[in-house]
């Protein structure tokens, strides 16, 4: 069983920067591909990136292109994800996912994961 643990969110002022980062438990994090999804206020979880788990190949939302990275530290078992001149409209709860499959391309569909942390909520002001 894997479990998915995210930190970091809270409120971030507009034009600045946002940090998360996310460590699971029970298996290596190589061996794992990760991904970032959130919700925005009244509306459907989306998709914002992901990063496979042997290549650590990474997939970024087409809307968020230049403003997202997703990165991680194998030696701290912990998967980043930073987002860059924020604005109210990327307020959401934030939620990090694991799926057990080391291979592969990195992927945006929700149900290819299998594990999800609870969420944290980061808030933009303006």
């Known amino acids: 069983q894997v479990q998915v643990i995210e930190s970091g969110g809270g409120l971030v002022q507009a034009g600045g920067s946002l940090r998360l980062s996310c460590k699971p438990s029970g298996r290596a994090l190589n061996l794992l591909a990760m991904g970032w999804f959130r919700r925005p206020p009244g509306k459907e979880r989306e998709f914002v990136a992901a990063?496979?788990?042997?290549?650590?190949?990474?997939l970024y939302a087409e809307s968020l292109k230049g403003r997202v990275s997703i990165s991680r530290d194998l030696a701290k078992e912990t998967v980043y994800l930073q987002l860059n001149s924020v604005q109210p409209e990327d307020t959401a709860i934030y939620y990090c996912?694991?799926?057990?499959?080391?291979?592969?391309?990195?992927?945006?569909?929700?149900?290819?994961?299998?594990?999800w942390g609870r969420g944290i909520q980061v808030t933009v002001s303006s």
């Open positions: 996912t694991a799926d057990a499959r080391p291979f592969g391309m990195p992927v945006q569909r929700e149900i290819e994961y299998d594990y």
């Open positions: 990063i496979s788990g042997n290549s650590g190949v990474t």
